[in-house]
């Protein structure tokens, strides 16, 4: 039987964008479905005090996520997919500014209307982002961020990895987290992280 992942995300955050794409190899390997979700940064730290640089990526992040939420609203979920997969594409190993003109040209890529990305720029529809948010964020606290994943009906953070594993070890990996969600009592694993995101 089909497991079903699910995975929140915020479009500029970078280990989201590398949990993803381990999740795409782990769908190659084992009997997996990932669905995708739409969690957001500056809602996460919203009222809190954070070094400039970083309220302004949050500042910015704000366009993409609505994006994300009326692609998915408007087209489904195999568009959010394609959605994601251009934006982070775009985003990350392309190094493109978080700009409307960069969300219309990953719109294009996934074979989305261009329009689209007016949703970008208006708060219409942030209830059923925060109800996104919340769905993915609440079960695991307000001390961590992206990615979320839930195995199991267990939510975590994490896993925190680069480069993405692909093949057999994507799946190796895979099959240890799921056998940490599955013990109630589980919480915590972590090391202090010495690389980057590694997108190659």
Request: charged share 25%; hydrophobic share 40%; with cysteine.
């Amino acid at each position: 039987m089909t497991q079903t992942v699910d995975l929140w995300f915020d479009p500029v955050c970078p280990w989201a964008w590398m949990t993803s794409r381990w999740l795409l190899e782990v769908e190659k390997v084992r009997d997996v479905h990932v669905e995708f979700h739409v969690m957001s940064l500056a809602v996460l730290n919203e009222g809190r005090d954070v070094p400039p640089g970083y309220r302004e990526l949050l500042d910015a992040a704000w366009a993409g996520v609505r994006v994300a939420m009326e692609v998915e609203r408007t087209h489904g979920q195999e568009a959010l997919r394609a959605f994601y997969t251009a934006i982070g594409t775009r985003y990350h190993p392309g190094g493109q500014p978080k700009e409307r003109a960069t969300l219309e040209a990953a719109l294009t890529d996934a074979g989305l209307p261009v329009d689209l990305a007016e949703a970008g720029y208006t708060d219409a529809r942030d209830d059923d982002l925060r109800r996104s948010h919340h769905e993915g964020m609440d079960p695991v606290g307000d001390e961590v961020g992206t990615p979320v994943i839930r195995i199991n009906g267990k939510s975590l953070f994490g896993p925190v990895i680069s480069p993405a594993p692909k093949g057999e070890e994507a799946g190796d990996l895979f099959d240890g987290v799921v056998k940490v969600t599955a013990y109630d009592g589980f919480f915590e694993l972590k090391r202090t992280r010495t690389v980057g995101p590694i997108f190659g």
